[in-house]
């Protein structure tokens, strides 16, 4: 996948002053010297009287507006705009909301310019952060673009306070301006732990009156979402999606793409100039489903789980293996991670919860997900083991689902390590003819081939084979894999016709058992295509190739 263009430099940012060029209108008379002029003020598009761009105000500025002067100006003065500019990393971020959206990421620059509507002097006697919600982070795409160094940070807010307030980061209010003169005042505003709905308050005195002018986005509260939720440490934190340079499979943004909606603040038209403030839908645009509740100190995280099991309970489909369930178990596992994101969450009970987990690990992996499965799985074998034990079966059937997402990131030395250590556990507390047990002494093998030792693996899987049919049966899904896995070796050891003949047979059997549309069933039809173009049989080759792709 390509990267971004990259923005241009400046972005608009530095300019001149913001008397749109029309000098020649604005004398000073001879006995008044001139208005000292300051540097880096800058407004865009036209001709403008006097404006102030604020981020908070602690005490009055006063500023004057040229022109008419109505009833309707006095009653509401102040006219208000928003444009953005990156915090200190340009980066594009879509939370995974149904359907996936962008939101602003935390410490992202909003510029807030305000103009006046009347010719009377008005006073700005206070600006105030309002949080309006707080809800837990859902999971989301973080894609780091370009950097970008921001000068001056004149104010920030921290939200993860319980009263935010704006916070002057060098020269503080009051400040004045002229007609000539535009101040610019940056409010950065922070949040580490919770998606945050907020607006600016600005308190406004002019003509013996007093009022307020709420400032927010087209009616909609402005939105920051807390990107140090997606980092545990260097590592991406359960909510993460894994990407980096490129997006991972699975994650919010190629969901948002596919629909043909923009997938970045930062586009190229907006690289030259600060993009306006998002048209994007508030957290009452997000389904219920996957939209957190609002959160205080008190929220009970066993409500939350209670409603995942219950969407659960509703799923059409319920088997992660079948594309099909996709969607559903998307907004499941949004939830999920969701609640393991909580440090005060215990995740061992109810025993019906822990069997979802194990269902939701085996979607990430199937989709593709998994760089948030590893961080899942981690986390549930690690409190698993503690408070049900290392050798409880939901506990191994846990730490196979996060071994096999280590296998999807190609961390292959870590995966056999964990299913080498997994195998003697599941054999003593299960029995070497349990499901469980058999699956990872299959993945077992399949780790050890995927690191060379092709030879080691066909011998394991053979006996693997060989006991899954005794205690599973021939047809069983979980046997046609381990036979599948047995044909793969069998072809890095050059032994074609063997692997043909198990390849054949696993195919008739998948075709059987679980249909002709079953992801299995297609995979196996890959691998014999493979298989035969490898041994030269081109037309049977073709043959199954156009039935694969006579399927879904």
Avoid at 20 to 25: L, Q, R, V
Wanted: with cysteine; charged share 25%; net charge negative.
């Amino acid at each position: 996948m390509s990267e971004h263009d990259r923005p241009a430099a400046g972005g608009g940012i530095d300019g001149g002053d913001g008397g749109g060029g029309d000098e020649a209108s604005r004398r000073t008379p001879d006995n008044v010297a001139p208005a000292p002029r300051k540097d880096g003020n800058y407004i865009s598009g036209g001709h403008f009287g006097n404006a102030v761009l604020a981020g908070t105000v602690h005490g009055g500025v006063t500023f004057n507006h040229g022109g008419g002067d109505t009833p309707s100006d006095l009653e509401d003065p102040v006219i208000a705009s928003v444009q953005l500019r990156p915090g200190g990393t340009l980066a594009d971020l879509v939370v995974d909301a149904d359907p996936p959206r962008v939101m602003v990421p935390s410490g992202t620059v909003h510029i807030i310019t305000l103009e006046a509507r009347t010719n009377r002097a008005v006073v700005l006697d206070a600006a105030r952060p309002v949080v309006l919600a707080r809800r837990p982070p859902r999971p989301a795409c973080l894609l780091i673009r370009i950097g970008a160094k921001i000068e001056p940070r004149r104010f920030i807010t921290d939200f993860d306070v319980r009263v935010p307030q704006m916070q002057a980061q060098g020269a503080d209010f009051p400040f004045s301006i002229s007609a000539a003169d535009v101040e610019q005042f940056w409010f950065e505003p922070i949040a580490r732990t919770h998606e945050i709905s907020w607006q600016l308050e600005l308190d406004w005195t002019c003509a013996g009156r007093r009022g307020t002018t709420v400032i927010n986005n087209n009616g909609e509260p402005f939105e920051v979402y807390p990107v140090d939720a997606l980092y545990d440490g260097r590592k991406p934190s359960v909510l993460s999606s894994g990407c980096s340079l490129h997006h991972a499979q699975g994650c919010p943004s190629l969901l948002l793409e596919e629909s043909g909606a923009p997938t970045s603040l930062w586009t190229p038209a907006t690289a030259s100039s600060r993009p306006s403030y998002p048209a994007v839908g508030g957290p009452q645009a997000a389904d219920a489903a996957t939209a957190p509740p609002n959160c205080s100190e008190d929220d009970d995280p066993e409500d939350l789980q209670r409603h995942v099991l219950a969407l659960h309970a509703g799923f059409a489909v319920s088997d992660p293996e079948l594309p099909a369930s996709w969607p559903d178990y998307r907004k499941l596992a949004s939830l999920v991670r969701i609640l393991f994101n909580r440090p005060d969450y215990r995740s061992h009970e109810p025993q019906e919860f822990r069997a979802l987990l194990v269902q939701v690990l085996r979607y990430l992996y199937v989709s593709g997900q998994h760089e948030p499965g590893v961080a899942l799985g981690r986390i549930a074998r690690a409190a698993w083991s503690e408070t049900l034990g290392e050798d409880h079966p939901d506990t191994l059937a846990a730490a196979n689902r996060l071994a096999g997402c280590l296998v999807g990131l190609r961390k292959y030395a870590e995966a056999r390590d964990q299913f080498a250590d997994l195998l003697p556990r599941c054999e003593r507390a299960l029995g070497w003819e349990d499901p469980l047990t058999l699956t990872v002494a299959s993945n077992l093998c399949g780790c050890l081939s995927a690191l060379g030792a092709h030879e080691e693996a066909r011998q394991q899987c053979e006996d693997v084979l060989r006991r899954s049919r005794l205690a599973l049966g021939p047809d069983d899904p979980r046997t046609l894999r381990a036979a599948s896995n047995l044909a793969i070796f069998l072809r890095h050891l050059d032994d074609h016709q063997a692997a043909l003949a198990v390849s054949e047979d696993t195919l008739l059997r998948y075709r059987r058992v679980l249909g002709e549309d079953h992801p299995d069933t297609q995979h196996a039809k890959r691998d014999l295509i493979a298989l035969l173009r490898e041994l030269g049989e081109d037309d049977r080759a073709q043959a199954v190739a156009e039935d694969l792709r006579a399927g879904p």
